[in-house]
């Protein structure tokens, strides 16, 4: 399901709930909703993280927004596993900040009230596993090829291991996972949760996969493949 619509309506629901505010910098998680009454969902299988968007831009290569793209990946890839029979979220369907519609979390940052968005979210509905979407700028033209992004969890490492290996394959690269200590997301999501950064816009090679949909469709096909593997896994160890 794509859910602008239900996210929107359920922090809303959120917020009238908590009527959180906070004037320190730390950002506390959004508010457990399995008390207040509310019809419960199906169960979630993936959210798909399409990473920035609105006035967050992300990565920037020439003309190249990292937003776009990873928007773009983002709605091909939950098409992908829709069709493989994953019960999919995709938390941004169009060109805004996910800061937008938190009308719960009351500080200054936006850029933290967009990651608190994201996470709240994913705390919410307690899917099987999260992969956020995003894309890599270096200094160098010759820096190349995928990076997954783990939590301390076991279970977001062996998902890493998994999606690590099959974007290996694709790219013919022998990058290792690594662990995120700073990252918002991985920090504060309360499920197996995985940041993918696909490759290097200022990579040329890169770069073409990125932007070509054939070569998008190719690179989806292993990611999705090994997110499929790693919800196996999760289901056998669950």
């Not at 509310?38 to 937003?67: Q, T």
């Not at 995985?194 to 040329?204: K, P, S, W």
Request: hydrophobic share 45%.
């Amino acid at each position: 399901m794509i859910v602008r619509a239900m996210f929107f309506a359920l922090l809303f629901v959120i917020s009238m709930l908590s009527g959180v505010t906070a004037a320190a910098p730390a950002v506390p998680a959004a508010p457990d909703v399995k008390a207040s009454g509310l019809p419960s969902l199906p169960p979630v299988d993936v959210i798909i993280d399409a990473g920035h968007g609105g006035v967050d831009g992300g990565a920037v290569y020439g003309s190249l927004l990292e937003k776009d793209i990873n928007l773009k990946l983002a709605v091909k890839l939950y098409t992908l596993l829709s069709g493989k029979g994953v019960h999919a979220v995709l938390n941004r369907t169009g060109d805004y900040a996910l800061s937008e519609e938190n009308r719960w979390l009351r500080i200054p940052s936006r850029h933290k009230r967009d990651l608190a968005q994201r996470t709240g979210l994913i705390n919410a509905l307690q899917p099987r596993l999260v992969v956020s979407i995003h894309l890599n700028v270096a200094r160098s033209s010759s820096k190349r090829g995928p990076l997954i992004i783990h939590q301390r969890s076991e279970a977001s490492r062996q998902a890493a291991a998994l999606l690590q290996e099959a974007l290996n394959r694709f790219y013919g690269t022998g990058t290792q996972p690594v662990l995120g200590k700073s990252y918002y997301l991985l920090n504060h999501s309360m499920r197996p949760t995985v940041i993918a950064e696909l490759g290097y816009l200022t990579n040329g090679g890169d770069r073409a996969i990125l932007t070509d949909p054939k070569q998008q469709d190719m690179l989806l096909a292993a990611l999705a493949s090994a997110i499929e593997q790693a919800l196996l896994r999760l289901q056998n160890e669950g």
